[in-house]
C-alpha cells in the first residue's frame, strides 16, 4: 500500500497506530515489539495472504503447545555489530547473545519438526542457522549470573587456585600478625581490611613505630593508620599479580568470544530477524485470542472473482477492537449491490463508531491481522483507505473546519481508485446547508464515477433522497430507539435514518413549547416522511423480533433432535452389548466344552476309559454342544453354520467315512440315521451315536500296511480353499497368545489322527515370548511325547519339533 500524505494521515484518524500499541504488549523482546509498531497495511495479495497465514499458524501453534514462545530472546544486533569492529563484549552482552542462540535453536528444531502443520513459520524457522559451537562456547565460558567460570580454560583454573593459595598465606600472617603481644597491643581492632586493593591492619596512631609498614590510609579522626605491614607486602604483591593475570585471562577468553561472534555477525543478526517475525506472528495470534478475532477471507482485489465480482467488503457482526465493554456489532455488505453508502441518524449515534470500525478492520486485515468479526467476513485488497473523520478545525493554519475538510477531502479524491476504500464523516456539514448538500452530492457522484467504494454520513435530507433514486447508491441508518430517545448503535442498511433532533433537545431540557414551535414550522412534507420513517423503524423491529423468535424456536428442535439421536444410539449400544456379553458367556461355555473334549482325547489316548464310558462321554460333550449353540444369540460377526446338503446326505451310507465336527475325529458310518436323525459311527475302537448334522463326508484314507499300527488318516476340507492333509508344520508366526493355544491344541489333536510321527511349530525368535507359550503348551500335553528346538539350518530357535505319542 503505498502510503502518501493522506493515507499515514488516516492511519491516525482511524486509530491504527492505538491498535499495533496493543498488538505490541504481547512481543516478547524489543526487535519484535519495533516490528509490531512499524506495522504497515500492504495491498499486495500474496503477502497479505502469507502474514494472515503465519497469524493463523500462530494461533494453531499456541493451541497444540500452549506454551511455545521464543524464549529468551534479545535483540543483539547492537552488540554483534560492536563485535564486528573488534570492541570486547562484556559477559552480559555474550550471556544475552548464548540465549538468544538457544532460543533460535529450540524454535528452529519446533518448528521444522511441526513443518506439516505450520509451513509458513516452519518456512521462517528454516531461513535460521545453528551457531551450535559459539552457542556452547558462551555457555561454556559464562554462567547465568555473567561471571566467567574456571571452566572457561585451564589456565583460568590454574591462576585462581593460586590467588587462593596466595589469599591463605595471607590472611594466615595477618592472623598471626593479630595474635601476637605486639599485635595485641597496636591494633585498634583485630579485624583484617582492604585498601587500594591490599591488605591493611588498623594500627593505633601512637604504636605505629611498633608495626613497620606502608601506610594506605587514616581514619577520619587521625587516630587509626591502616598499614600494610612490611612482612606481608611480598605476600600482597603475590596476591595482586596473580589477581592481575586472572584479569588478562578473562579478557583473553572476552576477546576471542567477541571475535567469533563478530565471525558469525550475519547469522546471528538472521536468527534475530527470523525469531522477530515468529514473535510477531505468535503476538498477532494472542491478541486475535483476546478480541475473539477470525481470519478474514481476502481476495486479490486486481482480479474480480464469482460469485459476487463488485463485492469489495463484507464483514459480519464486525466490533471495534479498541472499545471495552459491551460492544454492538455492525454488519455491512459493500460492493455488491451498490458503491456508495449514505448513513444517516442522530448525532452520539454511532455512525462515527461504524465508519473507524470499517475503516480500521479493513487496515488490520491488510497488516495481517485476525480481526473482530464473525466467520464469512471477508474483503478484497484495498491500494488505499482513505479517511475523513472528526473535527479538522486548525487554528496554526487559520482554516476553519469547513475548510479543513475540503483540504482533507481534496486530497482524498487525488489519491482515490476503483480500488479504494473513502470514508467520510458528516460530508458537506459547516457551511450552507443547500451548498454543502450539492457540494455532497457532487463529491459522491465523481467517487460513484470512479467506482471508489464510499460510506459517508449525514444529517441531509437531500442526500438521503440521493441514494434513494441514484443507482448503487444505498441508504443506511443507525437505530434509534424512540421509546427511550437512545440510539442502540445498530446499522440498518437499506433505511434512510431519522435526525430525532427535536426529540433529542427535548430530552435534553430545552421547553417543550420551542420544541412544539419547531416542529410546527417543519413543512408537510417532512413530517411526513419522518412519521413514515418511524412507522417503517417500528415494523422493521417486530418483524426482526419474529424473526429471532423463530431463529430460537429454530435451535431449540435442533437440540430436541440432537438429544433424541442419543438416546436412540445409547438404545441401539445397550442391545449390542447385551448380545456380546451373551456371546462372551457363551464362548467361555464352549470353551469349557473344548477343555472336556482335550480330556477325553488324553483319556483315548491313555485307553483308560472302556467303550462304555467313552460312548457316555460323547454323547455327554454333544449334549454340551447343543446346549451351548441352542443358547447363543444371534451376532454380526457369527458366522452361518453350513448344514449337509440333500447330496451331502445322500452320500452318508453305512461304510462311507465320515468326520464328526464336536468330536473333532473321523470314522467310519456303521449304518443309516434313525427317525431322531442320529446314526451310529466307528471311531477308532469305540462307537458312538451322533446327529447326522454334525457329520461330514470325508474321502477314504486306505490303512497303513506293514508292521505300522493302522490309523484313520484326517483330510481337511475347506469351501473356499478346497481339501488338503494336515500338514507338517504349524505357522504360527504373527499370532497373539490368546490365538495360540486353541489353534496349537487343534492342530495336535489333527496331526495325531493324521497319524504323523512329528510336528515342526514355527513361532519365530522375537522376543522369546511366544516360544515360550508354545512349549507350556507342549508340556504335558497328552498326545505329545517330547519336544525340542529345531537344528539350526532348520529353524533353530525360531522352531520347536513336537514328537508325537504313539
Request: hydrophobic share 40%; glycine share 6%.
Amino acid at each position: 500500500m503505498d502510503l502518501n500524505r493522506i493515507s499515514l494521515k488516516s492511519l491516525e484518524t482511524l486509530e491504527f497506530p492505538k491498535v499495533l500499541q496493543r498488538l505490541a504488549q504481547y512481543t516478547a523482546f524489543s526487535a519484535s515489539r519495533d516490528l509490531a509498531l512499524a506495522l504497515t497495511p500492504s495491498a499486495d495479495y500474496h503477502q497479505v495472504q502469507t502474514c494472515l497465514a503465519r497469524t493463523a499458524e500462530a494461533r494453531h501453534l499456541l493451541a497444540i503447545k500452549p506454551g511455545f514462545s521464543v524464549g529468551d530472546a534479545h535483540d543483539v544486533t547492537a552488540e554483534v555489530k560492536q563485535a564486528t569492529m573488534g570492541t570486547i563484549l562484556t559477559p552480559d552482552a555474550l550471556l544475552r547473545i548464548g540465549d538468544t542462540l538457544t532460543s533460535a535453536r529450540v524454535v528452529r528444531t519446533t518448528l521444522l519438526r511441526l513443518a506439516d502443520q505450520v509451513p509458513e513459520l516452519a518456512h521462517v524457522a528454516q531461513q535460521m542457522v545453528e551457531c551450535t559451537a559459539l552457542e556452547h562456547e558462551i555457555t561454556r565460558c559464562v554462567d547465568e549470573h555473567g561471571n566467567i567460570p574456571d571452566r572457561a580454560s585451564p589456565q583460568l583454573k590454574k591462576i585462581r587456585e593460586e590467588i587462593k593459595v596466595a589469599h591463605d598465606r595471607l590472611l594466615t600472617r595477618l592472623n598471626e600478625m593479630l595474635g601476637s603481644a605486639t599485635g595485641r597491643l597496636a591494633v585498634q581492632e583485630p579485624i583484617i581490611t582492604v585498601r587500594e586493593g591490599r591488605y591493611v591492619i588498623p594500627v593505633k596512631a601512637d604504636f605505629k613505630g611498633q608495626i613497620r609498614g606502608l601506610v594506605h590510609d587514616t581514619s577520619a579522626s587521625g587516630a587509626t593508620l591502616f598499614i600494610e605491614p612490611l612482612a606481608v607486602v611480598e605476600l600482597n604483591n603475590q596476591w595482586r599479580q596473580l589477581q592481575i593475570e586472572e584479569e588478562k585471562e578473562v579478557e583473553r577468553i572476552l576477546r576471542h568470544l567477541s571475535g567469533s561472534v563478530g565471525a558469525l555477525a550475519s547469522e546471528i543478526s538472521a536468527d534475530v530477524a527470523a525469531l522477530a517475525e515468529i514473535d510477531l506472528a505468535l503476538a498477532k495470534a494472542k491478541y486475535a485470542d483476546a478480541t475473539k478475532a477470525i481470519e478474514p477471507q481476502v481476495l486479490d482485489g486486481q482480479r474480480p472473482q464469482p460469485p459476487n465480482p463488485r463485492t469489495r467488503l463484507t464483514l459480519l457482526n464486525a466490533r471495534h477492537p479498541l472499545l471495552s465493554g459491551k460492544v454492538v456489532p455492525i454488519s455491512v455488505d459493500l460492493g455488491d449491490q451498490f458503491t456508495v453508502m449514505v448513513v444517516t441518524g442522530p448525532n452520539t449515534g454511532g455512525k462515527t463508531v461504524a465508519l473507524k470500525t470499517m475503516g480500521l478492520l479493513v487496515l488490520m486485515a491488510q497488516a495481517g491481522l485476525a480481526i473482530p468479526a464473525d466467520e464469512g467476513s471477508g474483503l478484497r485488497l484495498f491500494d488505499h483507505v482513505l479517511a475523513d473523520i472528526g473535527d479538522e478545525q486548525s487554528i496554526e493554519q487559520s482554516l476553519s473546519t469547513f475548510s479543513a475538510h475540503v483540504s482533507n477531502i481534496a486530497e482524498i479524491l487525488h489519491s482515490a481508485t476503483g480500488r479504494s476504500l473513502v470514508l467520510l464523516d458528516e460530508i458537506g456539514a459547516g457551511t450552507d446547508p443547500a451548498e454543502g448538500s450539492a457540494l455532497a452530492r457532487a463529491i459522491l457522484t465523481h467517487l460513484l464515477e470512479r467506482d471508489t467504494l464510499t460510506v459517508a454520513t449525514t444529517h441531509s435530507n437531500e442526500l438521503k433522497a440521493f441514494a434513494h433514486i441514484t443507482d448503487r447508491v444505498e441508504n443506511a441508518s443507525v437505530e434509534f430507539d424512540p421509546e427511550t430517545l437512545a440510539p442502540t448503535y445498530r446499522l440498518l442498511v437499506g433505511l434512510p435514518g431519522r435526525s430525532n433532533a427535536l426529540a433529542i433537545a427535548e430530552k435534553l431540557g430545552l421547553p417543550k413549547s420551542i420544541t412544539d414551535t419547531a416542529r410546527r414550522m417543519l413543512s408537510p412534507s417532512e413530517v411526513q416522511v419522518e412519521q413514515l420513517l418511524a412507522t417503517i423503524q417500528v415494523e422493521r423491529a417486530e418483524v426482526e423480533v419474529r424473526a429471532a423468535q423463530i431463529e430460537e424456536r429454530q435451535a431449540e428442535l435442533q437440540v430436541l433432535q440432537r438429544d433424541l439421536q442419543d438416546r436412540l444410539r445409547e438404545i441401539e449400544e445397550e442391545k449390542i452389548e447385551a448380545a456380546e456379553q451373551a456371546r462372551r458367556e457363551t464362548l467361555a461355555e464352549l470353551a469349557d466344552l473344548r477343555t472336556r473334549i482335550r480330556e477325553l482325547n488324553a483319556a483315548i489316548v491313555a485307553r483308560s476309559m472302556d467303550r462304555t464310558q467313552l460312548v457316555n462321554a460323547a454323547q455327554e460333550v454333544e449334549a454340551m454342544r447343543q446346549d451351548v449353540m441352542r443358547r447363543t444369540p444371534p451376532s454380526r460377526h457369527r458366522r452361518r453354520t453350513v448344514l449337509p446338503s440333500a447330496e451331502q446326505s445322500a452320500s452318508f451310507r453305512p461304510g462311507s467315512t465320515v468326520f464328526v465336527r464336536h468330536l473333532r475325529q473321523t470314522g467310519e458310518l456303521l449304518g443309516t440315521p434313525d427317525a431322531k436323525g442320529e446314526v451310529a459311527v466307528q471311531l477308532g475302537s469305540f462307537k458312538a451315536r451322533v446327529s447326522v448334522d454334525d457329520l461330514e463326508p470325508r474321502r477314504h484314507i486306505p490303512h497303513h500296511s506293514g508292521s505300522e499300527t493302522p490309523r484313520v488318516g484326517y483330510i481337511h476340507e475347506n469351501s473356499s480353499q478346497g481339501r488338503s492333509t494336515v500338514g507338517l508344520d504349524l505357522d504360527l508366526r504373527g499370532k497373539r497368545a490368546d490365538e495360540v493355544i486353541p489353534k496349537l491344541d487343534q492342530y495336535l489333536n489333527d496331526a495325531y489322527l493324521a497319524g504323523l510321527p512329528f510336528v515342526r511349530v514355527i513361532h519365530g525368535k522375537g522376543t522369546g515370548a511366544l516360544r515360550q507359550v508354545v512349549r507350556q503348551q507342549l508340556t504335558g500335553h497328552p498326545l505329545v511325547r517330547t519336544y525340542a528346538t529345531a537344528p539350526p539350518q532348520e529353524g533353530g530357535e525360531g522352531v520347536t519339533i513336537a514328537t508325537l505319542a504313539q
